[in-house]
Nanobody, 125 residues
Framework: QVQLVESGGGLVQAGGSLRLSCAGS????????MGWFRQAPGKEREFVAA????????SYADSVKGRFAISRDAAKNTAYLQMDNLTPEDTAVYYC??????????????????WGQGTQVTVSS
């Protein structure tokens, strides 16, 4: 059973930083890819970043490139999303996700089989 638990969300001023964590069960290490998505009120869930094995290649949404960084600590079964220079437009519930290898594009939610419960990030102006 794969379980994902996000933490690290909160309230921060514009220009600030937050680091989100996604702790997975021991089975998470077997999964091919981990990703972060976000959903703002009234909007669809959107791709933020993803990381896939075995090359640890990463992909980012254009809106966060140069500000966010995804990483993974396989020994701890934990993925991270470092978010710098936050803006009010980054306000959303952030979800981590994990999934096996598939032909579905990695930026697509249906490419992921497992999801966390989400953590709220609020950026004030």
């Amino acid at each position: 059973q794969v379980q994902l638990v996000e933490s690290g969300g909160g309230l921060v001023q514009a220009g600030g930083s937050l680091r989100l964590s996604c702790a997975g069960s021991r089975y998470t290490a077997r999964l091919y890819k981990m990703g972060w998505f976000r959903q703002a009120p009234g909007k669809e869930r959107e791709f933020v970043a993803a990381l896939w094995q075995p090359t640890n290649t990463s992909s980012y949404a254009d809106s966060v490139k140069g500000r966010f960084a995804i990483s993974r600590d396989a020994a701890k079964n934990t993925a991270y999303l470092q978010m710098d220079n936050l803006t009010p437009e980054d306000t959303a519930v952030y979800y981590c996700a994990a999934g096996p290898i598939s032909t579905v594009p990695i930026q697509t939610p249906r490419a992921y089989q497992y999801w966390g419960q989400g953590t709220q990030v609020t950026v004030s102006s």
